[in-house]
């Protein structure tokens, strides 16, 4: 079973960035793929980003796409995501998230395990 703890999360203005990232345990990191998932106040989780596990390939909701970047260092069995050009739209409470299999993808029943996950906040 996979452990994932995610930090860097806080409060940013609108127009700024923050990097989370996603420590993760138990399983060879290097073998699967990740994914971020966010939850805002009164909404259904949704799919954020995803990378495949050698980092090769990437993939963005629309509404993320061209502002945040999914990225992950192997050697350090960590995931991260660069959020740039933050918008109020983005408060929530972000998630990383471990498929049961090689690859998740952006269907949320595909992944097994999930962080604690991390706060953003970002103000107008």
């Known amino acids: 079973q996979v452990q994932l703890v995610e930090s860097g999360g806080g409060l940013v203005q609108a127009g700024g960035s923050l990097r989370l990232s996603c420590a993760a345990s138990g399983r060879t990191f290097s073998s699967y793929g990740m994914g971020w998932f966010r939850q805002a106040p009164g909404k259904e989780r949704e799919f954020v980003a995803t990378?495949?596990?050698?980092?090769?390939?990437?993939y963005y909701a629309d509404s993320v796409k061209g502002r945040f970047t999914i990225s992950r260092d192997n050697a350090k069995n960590t995931v991260y995501l660069q959020m740039n050009s933050l918008k109020p739209e983005d408060t929530a409470v972000y998630y990383c998230?471990?498929?049961?299999?090689?690859?998740?993808?952006?269907?949320?029943?595909?992944?097994?395990?999930w962080g604690q996950g991390t706060q953003v906040t970002v103000s107008s």
């Open positions: 990378i495949t596990w050698s980092g090769g390939s990437t």
């Open positions: 998230a471990a498929p049961e299999r090689y690859y998740g993808g952006t269907a949320q029943s595909k992944y097994n395990a």
